[in-house]
């Protein structure tokens, strides 16, 4: 499979603890998106790489988060001192530039925290 | 952003046509209307964008009426497999952040055996 994959696809934590989420896009894509979904919701945009740059970040992102994604290649989704508000399925897309309208998600982490 | 309002769902049977309906009356002339479908504990996938002309692919056609301000996903056929949550999503392709989707709540459609 080809496609972007994400790790881990769910994870329970407990509050106040760290927790890391990895994406793998897909090969040649050089624009890689972290996205959020809570209940019931629409995906809600996080933030936006062009290869190893992070070029925006969402005001959603606050200081406990960090999203890296160095060589441009696979990136890391950090949040630290989880809160239950953080819980929410954590996706992940890809995409190619120049962008043609089409994003590609992965199936997404989905973060319980207790 | 320009937004969209979609019906929180809609019902269809199987192997007949959906029209999905989506208004847009603030849609500017740069934005784009695209369409993502979201399979139960999935990630949301691509389904099909246009700008002014109606556009078919292997999954749908879209609609979009003369004045732009609203548009219509068909799918031809419902399968079991098209229950979904289908959102239509407006992108201004000449907007600082062109690159960035807002999704709004979508439709949840059920398709009946």
């Known amino acids: 499979d080809t496609g972007v994959s994400q790790d881990p696809r769910h994870k329970i934590t407990k509050r106040g603890q760290n927790v890391t989420f990895r994406c793998d896009p897909i090969s040649e894509h050089n624009r890689l998106y972290w996205y959020r979904q809570t209940l019931g919701q629409g995906p809600e945009f996080l933030t936006y790489f062009q290869n190893e740059a992070q070029l925006e970040k969402s005001r959603l992102l606050s200081d406990r988060f960090s999203a890296e994604r160095p060589k441009g290649s696979f990136s890391t989704l950090e949040i630290q001192r989880t809160e239950q508000g953080d819980s929410a399925m954590y996706l992940c897309?890809?995409?190619?530039?120049?962008?043609?309208?089409?994003?590609?998600f992965g199936e997404g982490s989905r973060l319980t925290v207790l | 952003d320009a937004k969209t309002t979609q019906p929180n769902s809609m019902e269809s049977n199987e192997e007949e046509p959906v029209h999905l309906p989506c208004n847009h009356s603030?849609?500017?002339?740069?934005?784009?209307i695209h369409w993502y479908r979201q399979l139960p504990s999935q990630g949301p996938e691509y389904v099909i964008h246009?700008?002014?002309s109606n556009v078919n692919n292997r999954m749908a056609s879209l609609a979009i009426a003369e004045d732009r301000k609203s548009s219509t996903l068909i799918l031809h056929r419902a399968t079991l497999r098209d229950a979904a949550v289908y959102y239509c999503i407006l992108r201004d392709v000449n907007g600082g952040s062109n690159y960035k989707l807002t999704f709004g709540k979508g439709t949840l459609l059920t398709v009946n055996p």
């Open positions: 897309a890809s995409s190619l530039a120049p962008y043609t309208g089409e994003l590609f």
């Open positions: 246009g700008l002014t």
């Open positions: 603030t849609i500017s002339g740069t934005d784009y």
